[in-house]
């Protein structure tokens, strides 16, 4: 594993099969496609930034990299490793030599950055469009106003900030009159269109609009006073802004008992996508949905406002019972393609005991590349923490970008089917597109109007290459390329690209090589990235029997055994984890969604398809730590037979890291012997997990739910729920002294293996 993990240091990409299959049948025989999870943005620190362009091949476009041929001699010409065109060096290059190579030609700097001078005029400054929810108790709007104005203090001076706030009506607050609050208000039942928007709140008060063209921009037909009006720079707005969240109140419209709170986010969302639109388009602008409840108002309503009826179940939408899913889905489908046209992000804060229609709004997050928060109140610590952290600088800073651009190029006899990942299609069509799609496909550019540096693609590909008897002669080239061309704006303000350029070999027949270079995390990552997206797009779809088949069929291709003798059946230790990543994946929230809303559901799914390999496995499969009294922490299997009544275990699931304490130290802990200078040993056990868990929660976003439990407590369930029930209320061994049980009909990992192995052996 630790070669894999080497070359994601060096280039942010993992990959399930390092050594590529030879022809199209034998890659359908592995099962899990050729694929790549690459992390755009991953800091990596022996990369050099260059201060000029690249040199792009005048056939394919793909940029000069260390796989280049290079001819140094008086004609000073490079060979594309993709498509063999020979291209001149332009005269800036005149002087290379094999001893004075350019840093893109270094073997080792097969990921590089460049950096164009830009004029310091087109560098847009960051903007932060706020719209607040404020159908929602007094208490919530306190905790929720006390983080924002925290927030407020710690953004850059440059920074553009305006104000949405919504209830019944949507009130857009003019910031750049600062008198006397002025809002203008739009009705929320209403959709309301660009053209509005434009006349309602006055942009050509004081000028013609123009006959014809789009008004965007001071570009396009807008002065920068109208535009100042509503988004301003911090430090100008500062007071007024501070003013207003402090004056902010409940919203007045009144709910009859037997009713929900008429709330209009669709209309509010909409409003303020038309105002980015109209006023800073392409700038990779923010809104930022601090969202308390569920829409029962206008376009997007998730629920009727009548609280007999409840809000969708997974039930309710497996059986196409949810009257208005189809309708909001629709309307967030519309608005994201608004959204990536103009090159903006919505991020959302969603903050509530029950659902406030996440699941319809996923696909505008996610296609603009959005942060998601998922907490039960504002004034929970995963809100608050995650809000400061989308803020804050320093060495733990999100590093949000901006108009991004991902581009795609590989070796001939090789497609691309698509990526799942927060992204939109570009429909650049062209011969590297495969007829099967998967995720947003069709293509070979993509969107991303908003990344950091933990968004991760997971890049879907199909081996084109048809089979024949000599499929990789001896003479043919078994080397295969692949390159990522990412182009972004820096949260400097600079405009960047950074290039990425991979060598995988071929290799034909179903030799140990094959073998040799699976990585089993990558692949657990990617087989759950196409289960979840299955799951949402195909009717009829059973997830647990694709997942067993798929494992069934792993199996027999690369396992070791006589045929029929189930006991003599062996896993390369390549593959030996795999089957316990997918006994975990087949139990996870990802494929399990009973006990789970369609909010929470989406909004798992939505972390796992922008996160890194290491941080998705920890998803699929949660980390546990024990500590004793006598040695140092150490990882133990997870499994119910890791509970001991003297023992301390730290359960890191990503959403939730919980500290399990076992009986004898609930007890102690209780007594206050922690307390006692004579039982110093016993207060830094009660310690060390507790700073463990800090030093996740610090170093993650979304903030994870923290959960302090005892054994046999009622919170002791969240550990419960992600252990193997090897031990069970039907087990005919009685369970150890200090040990636990798991009342469950869920089988244990020992039968789902025992099973595995009489199918792979048949």
């Not at 990802?590 to 390999?613: C, H, K, W």
């Amino acid at each position: 594993m630790t070669e894999f993990l080497e070359l994601e240091t060096q280039d942010a990409v993992r990959m399930p099969w390092n050594v590529l299959p030879g022809s199209k049948s034998e890659a359908a025989q592995c099962v899990i496609p050729v694929s790549a999870i690459y992390t755009p943005l991953k800091p990596l620190p022996n990369t050099p930034t260059l201060p000029y362009a690249p040199l792009r091949c005048r056939n394919c476009r793909s940029v000069l990299n260390p796989f280049s041929i290079v001819d140094f001699s008086a004609t000073k010409i490079w060979i594309c490793c993709f498509c063999l065109q020979r291209n001149h060096f332009p005269p800036s290059y005149q002087s290379i030599s094999e001893t004075n190579m350019p840093a893109e030609l270094f073997p080792q700097y097969t990921t590089i950055e460049y950096e164009t001078p830009s004029d310091k005029a087109a560098m847009t400054s960051p903007v932060f469009l706020f719209v607040i929810d404020t159908c929602v108790i007094e208490e919530e709007i306190g905790y929720l106003k006390s983080s924002l104005l925290q927030v407020l203090g710690t953004l850059p001076e440059n920074c553009l900030i305006g104000l949405i706030t919504f209830g019944t009506y949507v009130h857009v607050h003019e910031l750049g009159f600062g008198q006397i609050p002025k809002v203008y208000v739009f009705k929320g039942s209403k959709e309301v269109s660009k053209d509005q928007v434009l006349e309602q709140m006055g942009f050509f008060a004081n000028k013609p609009k123009p006959a014809t063209g789009v008004i965007a921009g001071v570009r396009d037909g807008l002065s920068q006073e109208s535009i100042s009006r509503f988004l301003l720079p911090a430090s100008e707005c500062e007071f007024t802004l501070n003013s207003i969240l402090e004056e902010l109140q409940r919203d007045p419209w009144p709910v009859p008992a037997d009713h929900r709170a008429a709330r209009c986010t669709g209309t509010a969302l909409s409003v303020a996508s038309h105002l980015l639109g109209i006023c800073v388009p392409g700038s990779g602008a923010r809104i930022m949905a601090f969202l308390g409840g569920p829409s029962t108002e206008g376009p997007g309503a998730i629920v009727s406002k009548i609280l007999s009826e409840p809000i969708r179940s997974h039930k309710d939408l497996d059986k196409d019972s949810a009257p208005l899913f189809h309708k909001a889905v629709k309307f967030y489908e519309g608005l994201s393609k608004q959204l990536v046209h103009q090159g903006h992000v919505l991020d959302i804060f969603a903050c509530a005991l029950e659902q406030v229609g996440l699941a319809e709004i996923k696909v505008a997050s996610e296609k603009t590349g959005g942060l998601v928060v998922l907490a039960e109140s504002f004034g929970h610590s995963v809100f608050k923490d995650s809000l400061k952290q989308v803020f804050q600088s320093g060495g733990n800073h999100l590093g949000l970008s901006s108009n991004g651009i991902f581009e795609i190029n590989c070796s001939k006899d090789m497609k691309v089917q698509g990526i799942i990942g927060p992204c939109a299609s570009l429909d650049k069509k062209g011969p590297l597109c495969s007829e099967v799609v998967v995720g947003q496909g069709n293509t070979t550019a993509w969107k991303m109007c908003g990344l950091d540096k933990t968004t991760t693609f997971c890049l879907i590909f199909d081996v084109a290459k048809k089979d024949s008897p000599d499929a990789i002669a001896p003479s043919s080239n078994p080397q295969f390329y692949f390159q990522f061309l990412t182009y972004y704006q820096h949260p400097s303000g600079q405009m960047r690209q950074r290039v990425t350029t991979l060598s995988r070999r071929w290799v034909a027949g179903p030799g140990s090589d094959l073998i040799a270079g699976f990585d089993q995390e990558a692949a657990a990552v990617v087989m759950a990235r196409q289960v979840t997206f299955k799951m949402e797009t195909e009717a009829d779809f059973d997830p647990i029997r694709w997942l067993d088949k798929s494992l069934i069929h792993m199996c027999s291709r690369f396992g070791d055994y006589q045929k029929d003798t189930p006991s003599s059946f062996t896993l390369s230790p390549r593959f030996s984890i795999f089957p316990q990543f997918m006994f975990h994946l087949r139990r996870s929230q990802f494929v399990q969604v009973f006990g789970n809303s369609p909010d929470e559901t989406a909004y798992f799914r939505m972390i796992l398809n922008r996160e890194n390999v290491a941080n998705s496995v920890v998803m699929i499969q949660p980390s546990l730590i024990a500590y004793y009294f006598h040695s140092g922490p150490e990882p133990v299997l997870l499994d119910v037979a890791a509970i001991a009544a003297d023992r301390i275990l730290l359960l890191d699931s990503y959403f939730t890291i919980v500290v399990f304490h076992g009986s004898n130290i609930a007890q102690w802990r209780k007594a206050g012997y922690h307390e006692q200078p004579e039982h110093q040993a016993f207060a830094e056990l009660l310690k060390s997990p507790r700073e463990d868990a800090e030093a996740i929660i610090r170093e993650r976003f979304p903030v994870p739910r923290l959960v302090i439990c005892d054994q046999y407590g009622s919170q002791a369930r969240f550990m419960l729920a992600k252990l193997n029930p090897s031990a069970t209320y039907n087990s005919d061994a009685p369970p150890i002294a200090g040990g636990d049980i798991i009342f469950t009909d869920d089988v244990s990992f020992e039968v789902f293996l025992d099973h595995l192995q009489r199918l792979a052996v048949h």
